[in-house]
């Protein structure tokens, strides 16, 4: 679901990779009581989570 991400608002794939990754290790945590908190990747998502919201927000900045 998050390739959508590089044709809606042009986030590189190596960014919508990251918010899989994390993805994945949340369906871990509530399917399989997996718990594997990795500071770097939380980190990361907050990273790509704040250029997503930029490059929502410059959206509305575009002249139709």
């Known amino acids: 679901?998050?390739?959508?991400?590089?044709?809606?608002?042009?986030?590189?794939?190596?960014?919508?990779?990251?918010?899989?990754?994390?993805?994945?290790?949340?369906?871990?945590?509530?399917?399989?009581?997996t718990a594997d908190i990795d500071l770097a990747l939380v980190v990361a998502v907050i990273r790509v989570a704040r250029e997503v919201e930029a490059r929502v927000l410059a959206l509305g900045s575009v002249a139709i």
């Not at 679901?1 to 290790?25: I, S």
């Open 1 to 33: 679901m998050f390739q959508c991400l590089a044709h809606t608002v042009g986030l590189p794939a190596a960014q919508w990779r990251v918010l899989d990754e994390a993805h994945k290790k949340r369906n871990l945590a509530e399917y399989e009581g």
